[in-house]
Structure formats: structure tokens, C-alpha cells
């Protein structure tokens, strides 16, 4: 009996701390002055499927960074970024493998095709079921520069590790095998791990593992590091001790996170006790050392925080370091315990981060307001952000994506998600969605389930589908939804209370749910803005109708305490004092605010705009709804004075936009606009424009740049009228109305970028049709191509041909339509006259024959010459009435310093010879630039979604 007992004991003790059949034992050499390091690794992997293993996968994530062409240098490239593209050679790493033994036996191996970073081994002797494999690993790695994903070698010559030697992948009946993306994602099998490290002297290493022997060599010096169940290895050589380690009673914090100049005893206080709710929580954390970086902190920051600049400190200090420490410290002791497959799963464990984000908050600093300290100031305490609380913006970040269609599934594949989603919307989704839960069931379940199903399934592969088993077993409630709506699809969330009846004792309503799904909803009465009661609706499915008693309330509201993220607010309430109560108030706030649904609000903003040089700088103010969540209906009315035309002028607008789910067609936007501003010295033009326009996109690939618009409009132009025959923009008739369709198809990307479109306009004397390509190319030698081709033709001209105001422009169209923001639009000469917009037949140059009345086609092109400098051709055929096809060519110098945004032409030989030898060449002198805030802003948006 005792004996039964001892086995008893030692394996439930093995179940309890986790027992791992893998092994990774390493013996490596740096190499730091020529960014290497000479690695000799034995694997040792059991099979624990159910099939016999001929051959195996092992990930070589350090050979991700070998070419241009690899998943990471893909991913790189798509969010615009062209340090990876542009970099040098020896900048980029790579493994090779010199040797790849089993049992003595040589293998065979091989890349995995278009997977540069997965080795496929074939092994001489099969492993069967609950067999091990050992094989022996000898090869070099080369440290790649950590500029690309802030792991590699730095600068100063620091090293900063992951990912850096082979490791198995996982067989679970599929292969779990994939491509790095700097998504720091790797399915790692859990395993034992000893490293013996040869390294120079004066460095100092940096590891979540525990050190075993330190040993001083003749000219380097030697380390020994092991750690039991590991599935992180990252490793730090540098220069200068930047880590601090505190302990606490379970386990150390090992950082380097920035703390901003904070006390030594304060950094202590906050890391005891963020150490203190890991062990309340999480229970006993499995390993002596918990590793928090500088470099995971800039991965995952405490967005809102690393916004703001140095200067500005809304908050405590001991609060920013806190929640830095905390979020880092949440996420990796998920990561070193919770093993699920982060590629595919990784909703689950950036849930419950940030549900214990709010919790921690909720518990700690349950004042904390969204604007901290700002909040308190006289000039933004009336406004609605004021008022809201730090946890709220977990909700109005995921907003930000749901009101504009770009949200994702929780279950999506991580490297599927936009930027936006990836870093914060689906996270932040994700916690909200676990705080909705534990509302909706009560009772601490969702919570007590959390931490159960971490201890339970500490340092064991487990998955989302055992924690959905184990939480519908804790409640008799019907969950359904949370798994396979709330988490599983796009599905909204939007509930309206619709009829009301009343009694002195009785409340009757009917609330419906305007999206289709079985999500539950609160519904509260209020006296006031006290609560009376809270009762959760579900299963509505359309319009549903409730009766409940009235114990005095004098209003009724659906999601009063906004813990449910839904997508719109403004119609969760009704009062029951009589019926003109309902209508809101009306708000006027100067600059925009978060919206408040309890208000109709309007924003007013200064504008301070130079838009033209005959207005010059206009003063105004813009009177608009739109708040920071986009809205469905929008206008904005802008009144502005301008300076030196000692005019006012202005526009207005008003749009409403529909959005589609599941489908390529994703919006329709309808509106109009009018606007009225000057064209020419004391000349001024007013536009009306009604217009429609339908937006495709690939529903299954939101990643995907592609897109696909058609848009119609209808503008209505009168201009006053230029007595100056010489003035291009003089024309018969002033005033004129233009139809104009337009389909346009793009893909926009760093590497390869490709937009066409065809565009049709019919007015009283005219109708043409124009088609326009344009395609961009940066090549593996860092030289870029950029071609593009334009024809357009009359099909109707009865227009007089003494004037080419509607006609195909050579290099600087009229622009009758009003679409271009020219500085100087009527300028014959002078700087303002060389501004340089790419539009119909893209030359640079002023040639003789400037204009078309018949029809023109011409072809653009330019390459790179040394890094931003690129030579460019043209060459066309421009056709008039009455007489031939005139050929023109130009070519010249293009200075690229932001493609599309800030270039510099120089004319150099066109149909007028050597220009750059002529008369007045500063005058032949182009520049395109812009000063539009939105186009500039796209810069950075581009990046993000």
C-alpha cells in the first residue's frame, strides 16, 4: 500500500508541474564581430499521435530573414515598409546546415517550397507512436539586423534572440508548421532545454532560464543555462547590465522595461505587487524567472500611453510603469503557460490579458479617467471624453474597426488580421467580449473559469475548444452565442427599444435586435440616473416584447453601463415622463469629442487653411457631426473668409454610407457637396455635386490592397466669366454641367503597385472616354519602374477649337471638373505654374502642342538612377481637328523623396531639344506636393489597414 501510494504521489506530482518527453540540448560559439554563431543541437521529439513519422519539419525562423522573397520579407513589404527591401545583404540572416545526423546516420533535407524558413527532414528510421526521434544538428546561424523586427544585432553590437536555433514542429495529426511573419508565433512543443553558450568577453547574457556554471575562458567567457518545460528561449548579450531583477515570493521579474526615471523603491513596490496578482490569479508561476523586455513592451504597448509625447504626463508616473509591467507581465506568463497555437488562437490568451488588464484597473485604480489628469483641465472638462473612464477604450478601439467595416473574427488566423486588429481591435474584442460573458452568466463563473482552466491545463497542449467545454459546464445558461457568433463571425451587435406602454405598476416594451443574431442585451430601469433593476433579454430575434414591473422608474435603457460593445448607442433609451422627453438635446461643442448618445451633438472647429493664391489663407469654422467613432450620416458646413480675396467662400456636405458584411461589395456612400472659392484673380467658381459611389473589396482577404470602385456624379460648375483671351480657363461658356462615371481598380503595394481605371463624361457639347494604367515595380536590385499609359478620345466634340478648355491636357489639364488642388490653377507663369499633377497625359515638359480636341495617348516612365533619383521618358500622340498625329517626347531627371506626395522634375531633352541648356530653365522646373492633411494622413494609414 505504500508503495501504491509513492507511485500515486510521484505521478500525480508529474501531471500537476507538467512532464516533458522533449529535449533540446545547444552548444553554441558567438561570433559577434562577424555576426554569427556555430550551433551543434541535438532533438529529442516524441510522437505523440497515433501515426508512424517517415518525416519531420523543424523551424528555422533565422532563415526567414535569407531573401526578399520569404513570408517575412512579404509581410514587411505589405505594411510598407522598405527597410527589409532596401537593406543590404550582410544585413539580412540565414542559416546553413552542414550536418544532419540520426543515430550516425546521415539525413536528408530540404526547404519546404515557397518556405524558406522550414526545413523538411527525412528520417532514416521511422518513429512510431510514443517513440522519440533524436537527431544531431550541426550549422551556422547569421544574426540578421534587428532594424527589421527588433530581434537580430543591434547597432552597438548587442544581440537581442528569438528564434534563433531549429525546433520541432509539432505533429498533432496535422503538421503545425508556418512561415515566420514577425507575428512572434511560433508553435513550439514544450521541452526541456540546456544551452552551453561561448560568448565574448565584457557582454553580459540575459535569460529566462536558470544559470547552471559560469566559467571564464582564455579569451571569451562560457555559460550554462537550463530550464525544465520551456517553450521560451529568448536570449539577450549586451554591453551594459539593463536588466533589473526583483523577487518576489513565487518567482523574479527579470526587466528592462522603460520606467521613466521612477525611484528604486517604487519599481520594487509595483514589481511585488504585480507579482502578488499573477499568484492570487494564476496560481504558482512554473519557472524561477519571469522575463519582461523593452522590445515586447514596443511590440505590445499600452496603447494611448506611447502616443503621447514625453512632455505630456496625463497620468502618475507609478501608473504608466504599472500598467507597462503589467500587460507585458500578463502576456508572457500566458505565453510560457498556456499552450495553445498562437497562429490560430491567439484570441483566448489576448482575452484574457486584457480582461485582467480591466480587472486590475477596475480593482486598483477604479477613478482612472480615458484623459487622466487632462480631464480635470477647464477647457475639456464639458466634453464627453472627459467623462469616460481609462477601461473605456478597450471598447472604443474595437469600435473604430466595427463602425467602418474592417473589423475581424476573433478566430482568424493572426496573420489574416490588419495591422489595426492584430495590435489592438481584436485583443481588445477579446477581453470586452470575456467581461460581456461574465455579466451575461453572473456570478463569477466566467472568472472562476479562467483561472481553473489555467491551472488545469498549465504547461499542457490544450486548446479553445476545451476552454468553451469547460465553461458551458460551469452554467446552465445557453452560451451558444459567445463561441459561435461573438467570437466566430463579424456579427454586430445593435439593439433598439421600440414601443412603449405604461402603467402605474407595469412596464411594457418591445425591443428589437436590428442585426441577426441571438447575442443577449441588459435592460435597465432607472429613476434618474439611479439604477432600479437589470434584466438580460435573449433570444431576440427580430422584435421581441417584455413586461416587467415599474417599482418607480421614470426611464428605461438598454446597455446603460456600456459593457457590451455595441455599435450603436443613440437609440438604447426611452424616458417615460411623457413624450417629448425622448427628443435629445441638442449639444454644441467646440472641436470634436467621443460620442455621447444621450445628445444630438454638434462640433465646431477653426479652420486655418491656405488652399489657393488667390484666396491665400482663409479664416473660418467648420460646423460638423462627425465625432470620433464614424457615423452612418455625416455633414459638416464650412463658412470660411478669405484673406486676400476679401471673399467668403466655403463648402458644405452631406453623405450617408451603407455598409455590407460578407459580401465584396463592402459600402455605397451617396451624397452632395457644393463649394464655392476662387479660380483666378477675382474670379470665383461654384460646384454642386451629387454623387454615388459603390466599394469592392476581397471579402475572404481584408489584408488584401485591392479594391474596386464605381462611382457616379452629376456636377453642376458656374464660373465667373475671364475677359482675358490669352487665360486657358477662358471659355465661351462659364458655366456647364458634367456627367461623370468612373471604375477604378487598384492594388496598392510597396513591391508591386497597379491601378487602372476607365472614366466617361457627357455634357451639352461634348461626351469622352479616357482610360488610364499605371504600374509600379521594386525590383530585388532596389531599382523601381514605374510605367504608366493614357488614351483618351471624344466620342461627341461641338465645342469651338479657340478654346481647349475641355480638352486633353499634355502636361497641366484645366481641371474643369475642379478635382485637383492646384495652388495657382490659372497661372500661365511663375512657380505656381510648374506645380505638377500626374493627370491625362502626364508630361513634364510645356511643349508646343499642349492640348487635344480629337484625341491623345501617351506613355510614362521612369527608373531608378541611384537611390531616390530616377531618369524619366514620355512620349505621346496628340491629335487635333483638322490636322495629323504630332508625336512629343520629353525626358528629364525625377527627384523621388515621397512617391506621390513631394517629387522634383528636371527637364533635361524634349520636342524643344536641350532644355537643361535653354533660357529661364528654373521656369521649366516641376514639383508635385500637397498640403492636404487627409492625403498626408494616408501615409500612416496605409500602414495600419
Known sequence: MKLQFLFLFVFSSIGLTGFSQNKIDLKAKFDIENKSIEIVQTITYQNTSKDTLSTIYLSDWNNSYSTKKTALATRIADEYKNDFHLAKNEDRGFSVVTLAKQNDAVLTYSPVKNQMDILQVNLVKP????????????????????????????????????????????YDGEWQYYSNKDLDDLYIPLADVSLDLEYPKGYHITSELDVIERKELANAQSIKLEGKDRVNTKLFLSKRADFNTIKGD????????????????????????????????????????????????????????????????????????????????????LENTLLLNPRKEQWLLDGIQ???????????????????????????????????????????????????????????????????????????????????????????????????????????????????????????????????????????????????????????????????????????????????????????????????????ANKLALNYENSIPENNLRDNWKSLKGFFFNNKPLQLRVFQDIEDPHYNQVFFMPIVEFNNIYDGLTLGVRAYNKTVLRKLFNYRIEPQYAIKSKTFTGGAAVFKTHYFENRNLYSVNYGVTGSYKSYAEDLFVSKIQPSISFSFRDDSDFRSNKRESLSFRYLDINRDQDQDPTNVLTDTEPNYSVFNARYTNSNNNLIKYSSWYSDFQVAKNFSKLAFNYEYRRLFESNRQLNIRFYTGAFIKNSLPTSSNYFSFALDRPSDYLFDYSYLGRSEASGIFSQQYIEAEGGFKSKLDTPFANQWMSTFNASTTLWNYVLLYGDIGLVKNKHRDPHLVYDSGIRINLVTDYFEIYLPLYSNLGWEIGQENYDQKIRFKFTLDPQALLGLFRRRWF
Not at 273 to 279: E, G, H, N, P, R
Not at 282 to 308: A, M, R, S
Open 250 to 333: 513565487n518567482f523574479a521579474i527579470v526587466s528592462n522595461i522603460d520606467d521613466g526615471g521612477l525611484e528604486i523603491i517604487d519599481k520594487v513596490l509595483i514589481n511585488e505587487k504585480i507579482s502578488k496578482f499573477l499568484l492570487k490569479t494564476f496560481d504558482k508561476y512554473p519557472h524561477e524567472k519571469l522575463l519582461l523586455t523593452q522590445i515586447d513592451y514596443d511590440k505590445d504597448p499600452v496603447y494611448g500611453l506611447n502616443f503621447l509625447p514625453n512632455f505630456i504626463k496625463p497620468y502618475p508616473d507609478n501608473f504608466e510603469y504599472e500598467l507597462k509591467i503589467l500587460k507585458i507581465a500578463l502576456h508572457n506568463y
Open 354 to 552: 486584457i480582461y485582467y488588464t480591466i480587472n486590475y484597473v477596475d480593482e486598483y485604480y477604479p477613478n482612472m479617467k480615458f484623459l487622466g489628469s487632462i480631464s480635470d483641465y477647464w477647457a475639456v472638462r464639458p466634453f464627453h471624453a472627459a467623462d469616460m473612464k481609462f477601461n473605456d477604450k478597450y471598447t472604443l478601439a474595437y469600435m473604430l474597426m466595427a463602425r467602418t467595416n474592417r473589423d475581424q473574427p476573433l478566430t482568424m488566423a493572426k496573420d489574416s488580421l490588419l495591422k489595426f486588429n492584430k495590435n489592438i481591435a481584436n485583443k481588445y474584442k477579446a477581453g470586452v467580449g470575456l467581461k460581456y460573458l461574465d455579466e451575461f452568466v453572473n456570478g463569477d463563473v466566467v472568472e472562476n473559469t479562467i483561472e481553473s482552466f489555467l491551472k488545469t491545463n498549465k504547461l499542457k497542449p490544450t486548446s479553445t475548444k476545451a476552454f468553451e467545454k469547460l465553461i458551458k459546464s460551469k452554467t446552465n445558461k445557453d452560451i451558444d452565442w459567445f463561441f459561435s457568433e461573438y467570437i466566430a463571425t463579424r456579427k454586430k451587435i445593435d439593439f433598439k427599444i421600440q414601443n412603449v406602454t405604461k402603467t402605474e405598476d407595469s412596464i411594457t416594451l418591445t425591443v428589437k435586435n436590428k442585426r441577426n443574431n441571438s447575442m443577449p442585451v441588459s435592460l435597465y430601469t432607472l429613476n434618474n440616473d439611479s439604477i432600479i433593476s437589470k434584466t438580460w433579454l435573449e433570444n431576440i430575434s427580430g422584435s421581441k416584447t417584455f413586461t416587467l414591473p415599474r417599482n418607480g
Open 127 to 170: 518513429v512510431n507512436p510514443n517513440e522519440s526521434y533524436t537527431i544531431k544538428l550541426e550549422y551556422r546561424v547569421q544574426v540578421p539586423n534587428s532594424k527589421f523586427t527588433r530581434y537580430g544585432i543591434t547597432d552597438t553590437g548587442d544581440l537581442n534572440l528569438r528564434y534563433w536555433y531549429f525546433t520541432p514542429a509539432i
